[in-house]
């Protein structure tokens, strides 16, 4: 049960806020447009102080805040801050909320800033304070966040007899898509396209797929057709877009129409036998043709006709008398 001094001190932090945010709200009304602003009561607090927040431009009323004091200027959101020590604020009519926090070391080394969220937002405004007696150290170097998912596709191309003869080929994207951006992603949206080069256009499939937790993954598979009377090598593009970015990935599907080439050659060595069976006869025929027959007859007058050769005359029997 708090006591009474705590009481007094907690109530007159709240009515600083009530006097400061009008304030506050008229000075950053003409930034209105730009987003949720939060201000507090006092930008130096020793430990065990507690310091109206108030905000303006937030929505929709009825909503609560979350009021954190953090470490390392909330770099980590809340993993910076000190979850034990929070103040929720409900956003009135209007868009402002009031709040105060006690002053604690946050659970890393400052510098150090309030962060107020909306609920079931990741996103935050963050306001600077200085804490005296709070550890610190220097921020550490900013690197650039990683991509959010990770795409790890492949394409099944089973055999297709019409694609060998020109035919389309029919193919599926076996896609895993997974988390890595540490939050929850709702609805990220896929697009998959196909075509020649590293732009492809023809569009094949786009959605929206459920809610992916962190670390989560999910493998999707996608029809995906490659025209008609195609040759070599074409694209398929997948691309995740989420809230933190958008992530693609490409996969190289090649077809050939193999039995055109087969028919085409099986046509070309037909027309060679053909030729050379054609040279063939018209060399047989000059082989046999006037010049390569026997010489003429010189008692023929050149009739061209051999002579008969007659068989030789058989020698008389000889024939002996006996006496």
């Given at each position: 049960m708090s006591s009474p001094g705590r009481f007094r001190a907690r109530s007159a932090a709240l009515a600083v806020v009530a006097a400061v945010a009008p304030v506050a709200v008229?000075?950053?009304a003409p930034a209105a447009a730009a987003g949720p602003t939060v201000v507090t009561s006092t930008s130096y607090a020793v430990?065990?102080?507690?310091?109206g927040v108030s905000g303006s431009g937030w929505s929709p009323v009825g909503q609560t805040v979350q009021i954190q004091l953090c470490g390392r200027n909330a770099i980590d959101?809340?993993?910076?801050?000190?979850?034990?020590?929070?103040?929720?604020?409900?956003?009135?009519?209007?868009?402002?909320?009031?709040?105060?926090?006690?002053?604690?070391?946050?659970?890393?080394?400052?510098?150090?800033?309030?962060?107020?969220?909306?609920?079931?937002?990741?996103?935050?405004?963050?306001?600077?304070?200085?804490?005296?007696?709070?550890p610190s150290a220097p921020l550490p170097a900013a690197t650039p966040p990683?991509?959010?998912?990770?795409?790890?596709?492949?394409?099944?191309?089973?055999?297709?007899?019409?694609?060998?003869?020109?035919?389309?080929?029919?193919?599926?994207?076996?896609?895993?898509?997974?988390?890595?951006?540490?939050?929850?992603?709702?609805?990220?949206?896929?697009?998959?396209?196909?075509?020649?080069?590293?732009?492809?256009?023809?569009?094949?499939?786009?959605?929206?797929l459920a809610p992916l937790p962190a670390g989560a993954s999910r493998t999707l598979r996608i029809p995906v057709r490659i025209p008609l009377f195609t040759f070599g090598a074409y694209t398929v593009r997948s691309t995740v877009a989420t809230g933190q970015g958008a992530v693609a990935a490409d996969t190289p599907v090649r077809t050939y129409p193999w039995g055109l080439f087969a028919v085409g050659v099986l046509l070309v060595a037909l027309v060679l036998l053909a030729v050379v069976r054609r040279l063939r006869r018209r060399v047989a025929a000059g082989d046999a043709g006037p010049g390569?027959?026997?010489?003429?007859?010189?008692a023929g007058g050149g009739s061209g006709t051999a002579p008969v050769a007659e068989p030789p005359a058989s020698a008389p029997e000889a024939s002996t008398t006996v006496p």
């Open positions: 008229l000075g950053a430990i065990g102080e507690l310091v959101l809340s993993n910076d801050c000190d979850q034990t020590n929070q103040y929720s604020a409900a956003i009135r009519a209007g868009g402002i909320f009031y709040g105060s926090l006690t002053v604690r070391p946050p659970p890393t080394p400052c510098p150090c800033v309030f962060l107020v969220t909306a609920a079931g937002s990741f996103d935050g405004v963050k306001v600077p304070i200085t804490i005296a007696g709070a990683g991509p959010p998912v990770r795409l790890s596709p492949k394409i099944e191309a089973p055999v297709s007899v019409s694609s060998w003869f020109g035919g389309p080929k029919d193919a599926t994207l076996v896609l895993t898509v997974t988390n890595t951006s540490g939050i929850a992603l709702n609805e990220p949206a896929l697009s998959v396209t196909v075509g020649r080069g590293g732009t492809p256009t023809g569009f094949v499939a786009g959605r929206q390569t027959g026997a010489a003429p007859s010189e």
